[in-house]
């Protein structure tokens, strides 16, 4: 892991020798999962496991987020994480992830993420666990792979 990646989002840090909890490991492997350039909202994750909801990803990601690309896992309007604008705004830039240029009315004039094009639903992963036919899938996928956050992925659905 590189040290862009433990320097990361997240305020905290798993103890050194400790053992996560479960659902924390979870939604770490799923951020791990994302590709360069590309983001899933808390929402998505928590779909994509099918547990928990936005808030619990959240938590998860400021206690041991540090350890994953944090700066992948967003929220749902695309703005970027209170105090870790800059340094995501960094990664975005250098994974080409597409961006929506602030107004010039807006405070600071940080751009947005554009959901619509960088928004990923796990699409082609084939190290996802397989559904019931055997074939891997992700989030809002029912099995078939490839994909790219379009209209079948949970880019259609609205997460808070």
Not at 16 to 38: H, Q, S, W
Request: hydrophobic share 30%.
């Amino acid at each position: 892991m590189s040290q862009d990646q433990t320097d990361g989002g997240g305020s905290g840090t798993a103890p050194t020798g400790a053992e996560l909890p479960e659902y924390a490991e979870r939604v770490l492997d799923v951020a791990d999962l994302i590709p360069p350039g590309r983001v899933m909202t808390y929402g998505d994750i928590a779909e994509w496991l099918g547990e928990g909801g936005p808030r619990q990803v959240g938590r998860v990601m400021a206690l041991y987020g540090s350890a994953v690309p944090w700066w992948r896992v967003v929220r749902s309007d695309g703005t970027l994480l209170p105090a870790h604008e800059l340094r995501a705004l960094d990664h975005y830039r250098a994974e080409g992830t597409p961006l929506r240029e602030a107004s010039h009315r807006a405070e600071g004039h940080i751009p947005r993420i554009d959901m619509r094009r960088a928004r990923w639903d796990g699409g082609g992963q084939v190290d996802a666990e397989p559904d019931e036919t055997g074939s891997p899938c992700g989030p809002g996928d029912s099995g078939a792979t490839g994909g790219s956050g379009g209209p079948s992925g949970p880019g259609e659905k609205a997460h808070t």
